[in-house]
């Protein structure tokens, strides 16, 4: 009888090791409690969607999934991987910095607001991060750089300067910047809410593309119809809470909680 092939069996393992679980989050900011015992997971090239009214604590949750926010009680763990803390209740911090520095590089970030640096051309916003903090090799990261603007449908504005795109190509930058450093999860926090219609088509197309790739995403969105398209699964939050979670085509077709479906129909008669 063969013996097992220890390296597949690691790769196994690791394929279904969720790239991020979060386990009974708590957030508060001071007594306003904003996540009430959050707990997801996002499967390796699987679509995560989170909806909900605002203030139901999406962005936060998806901030503190990215360490940007500290977390008072609850779990996040990155491929196995569980932040390390010391401190309790709101004098919890990460205990490790260079574990978050590390966890970091590997869950990229795009933000509604785009967040361009206003002093750099588009390629070099792309550019930035891997040189300056992968240590990458400039000649290699520009290569890469130039192939993901292109991938974006902005490869003509390498050169430009932020100020010199629509909303819908900054965003698209933004998204190659984010693409550039590799990560293993990318975190998209509203990336169309601050465009208008026309050029929101340009930003779904590629978060589409990007799903088709099976890349693991959490999306946080009031674009129910993107939801739909790209997601896995679908969390919907209310009030610091998972209200209900599912396949969209239930969660859409055939919602089971009342809080949704009143979500849903005054969504979809915006």
Same mark, same amino acid.
């Given at each position: 009888?063969?013996?097992?092939d220890p390296? %597949?069996?690691a ?21 306003l409690?904003?996540? $009430?015992?959050?707990? +997801?997971?996002a499967?390796?090239? =699987?679509v995560?969607s ?5 203030? @139901?604590?999406?962005s936060?949750?998806? $901030?503190?999934?990215n ?9 996040i ?16 911090v990460?205990?490790?910095? !260079?574990q ?20 750099l051309?588009?390629l070099?916003? %792309? ?5 300056? %903090?992968?240590?990458r090799?400039?000649a290699? %990261?520009? *290569?890469?750089?130039?192939?993901l +603007?292109?991938?974006?449908g902005i490869?003509? &504005? #390498?050169?430009?300067w932020?100020?010199q ?7 698209r930058?933004a ?6 450093m590799?990560? &293993?999860?990318?975190?998209?926090d509203?990336?169309? @809410?601050?465009l208008?219609?026309e050029?929101q ?6 978060? &589409?593309?990007? *799903? *088709?790739? =099976? ?11 993107? !939801? !739909?398209?790209? @997601? ?7 009030q610091?809470?998972?209200?209900e979670?599912?396949?969209? #085509?239930?969660?859409?077709? *055939?919602?089971? @909680?009342?809080?949704? $479906?009143?979500f849903?129909s005054?969504?979809m #008669?915006e």
């Amino acid at each position: 009888m063969n013996e097992a092939d220890p390296t %597949v069996s690691a790769a196994a393992e690791s394929a279904r090791t969720p790239v991020i679980e979060i386990r009974g989050l708590h957030k508060a900011y001071g007594a306003l409690q904003v996540l $009430r015992g959050v707990s +997801l997971t996002a499967p390796r090239g =699987h679509v995560v969607s989170l909806i909900g009214s605002s203030g @139901s604590g999406k962005s936060t949750l998806l $901030r503190c999934c990215n360490l940007l926010e500290d977390s008072q009680q609850g779990d996040i763990l990155f491929e196995g991987e569980a932040v390390r803390w010391r401190g309790a209740g709101m004098e919890r911090v990460p205990a490790d910095r !260079a574990q978050v520095t590390r966890l970091r590089t590997n869950l990229s970030m795009v933000f509604q607001q785009f967040n361009l640096w206003s002093h750099l051309t588009i390629l070099q916003n %792309v550019m930035e991060a891997p040189v300056q %903090v992968l240590r990458r090799n400039p000649a290699e %990261v520009e *290569a890469r750089a130039r192939a993901l +603007l292109a991938k974006v449908g902005i490869g003509d &504005k #390498a050169d430009a300067w932020p100020a010199q795109l629509s909303g819908g190509q900054q965003q698209r930058a933004a998204i190659a910047r984010a693409l550039c450093m590799e990560p &293993k999860a990318l975190l998209l926090d509203e990336p169309t @809410s601050a465009l208008d219609p026309e050029l929101q088509q340009e930003v779904v197309k590629v978060i &589409k593309d990007l *799903a *088709a790739e =099976h890349r693991t995403m959490l999306l946080v969105t009031h674009d129910m119809r993107l !939801a !739909a398209d790209v @997601s896995d699964h679908v969390v919907f939050l209310h009030q610091g809470l998972i209200e209900e979670e599912g396949p969209p #085509a239930r969660l859409f077709g *055939a919602p089971r @909680s009342d809080r949704l $479906r009143q979500f849903l129909s005054a969504t979809m #008669a915006e």
